[in-house]
Structures are given as C-alpha cells and as structure tokens.
C-alpha cells in the first residue's frame, strides 16, 4: 500500500509520495550495499541526479550514511558537504539543460521528473515574489523544487543568483538529513541495547519514538507550507 498527498498551489501541482514499507526495505537495501561498496562516490552520484529534481527516496541514502556515521565508518562533515556538493552539481546541471533547450526539454522528458510546462509558468509568482530565493526555499519545502530548477534555467535566471540560494539550500538539507539519520542510528544502538534485556520496550520506544518524529516532521511542513505557499 502506498499514498500520495497532493498540494495545488493555483496552476501549479506537487506530490509527496510516501512508499510503502516493502519498497522501502528494497531500496535501502540497494542503496546501502552502493554505499557500502562505493562509499563517497555513491553518495556523490546519487544526490546529483536527485539535484536534477529526479525523484527518489535519497533519504534512505542518509539512513545508511548516518548508520555508517555511527560505526565510524564515515566521516560526519564528509557526508553533510559531499551530499550538498552532489545536489548542488545536479541542480547546475538541470540549469544549464533548461537554459539551453528551453522548455523544448520539459515538454519531451518531464513525465520523468513529474514536471509539466504548466508547473514552470506556475514559477512566474514565486520569482516575482522571492526571486532566486525560491530555489533555497523548493529545497526547505519540497514542494515547488523540481519547477523552480527547470524554470531558473528556462527563464535564465541570474546564474550567481541561482547558484548561492541553490547551495546554501542543499548544505542545509545536508545537514538537517545527516544530522536526523545519525542520531536515529544512534538511538537505534541504544535501543538495542534495551531490547537484549526487555526486549519489548524496544519495540515500544521505537513507535513512540517514530510516531513522535513523524508528528515533528508534519507539523513543520504545515507550518512551512502555510508560511510560503499562502
């Protein structure tokens, strides 16, 4: 079973998706082997082509970081700046592509990246009103990201602009996604360690636990989206 909450913001439509758990054990699966074997690297590709608005569960890559983090395995700085620069290099990317076939891209490949030629004119009240911050903030939200790197291409947004709200945003994301993975692993350890004596606290502090971070996470999001797409 999966869901999909969907967001109108006037033309403009987004989804979150949020798979089910059989789908997410395979790809943490996967992804946690590409990270085991190829470390860094892996990290580095995978959060390029999410850069580009490609969609993917790349949070599950933070999973496996913030276990490796744990066991130091990897580096917790090394993880927060490889991740950015990845995402970074894929949002230049995505950029330079819309910069120079224009909406012709979109049109012929955007079911790929969920994004229609609707969703980039959608852009034209979020620039007005934000400018190149909005890249900062489709990376804090969510919601408006994937348009907001075709459309700063596309309508060849300031490049330096484009560029340093794009960074800071994914430095941030970094750091929030590594920090919540490595203390998530952290607590799991202790959790562990709970459970070989009373073995069904841990079972109990895990879904109290998960259910409150849960809560946390939506009610930021509604926050966040009440702040700025209202």
Known sequence: ?????????????YYIEIFDWKVIM???????????????LALFLSLLVEG???????EILFLAAGYLISRGQMSFLAVVLIAALGNVS???LAYIIGAKSG???????????????????????????????TNLLGRLIGLPRTPAIWASGITRMDFKSFFVFSAIGDLLWSLFWTS???????QILKIDLIGRTYPWWSYLLM??????????????????KERYLT
């Open 52 to 58: 580009t608005g490609m969609p993917g569960p790349v």
């Open 103 to 133: 909406r012709t891209f979109v049109e012929k490949y955007g079911h790929f990246l969920k994004i229609t030629v609707k969703d980039l004119e959608g852009m034209d009240r979020w620039f007005s009103k934000y400018g190149g911050v």
């Open 26 to 40: 395979e790809n943490t699966n996967i992804l946690y082997s590409l990270i085991i074997d190829y470390g860094y």
């Open 90 to 92: 894929g949002n230049v």
């Open 180 to 186: 919540v993975s490595y203390l998530v692993s952290m």
């Open 1 to 13: 079973m999966s869901f999909a909450f969907k967001f109108c913001d006037k033309d403009v439509y």
């Open 207 to 224: 879904l109290v636990g998960f259910i409150l971070f849960m809560y946390v996470v939506w009610r930021i999001f509604l926050w966040m």
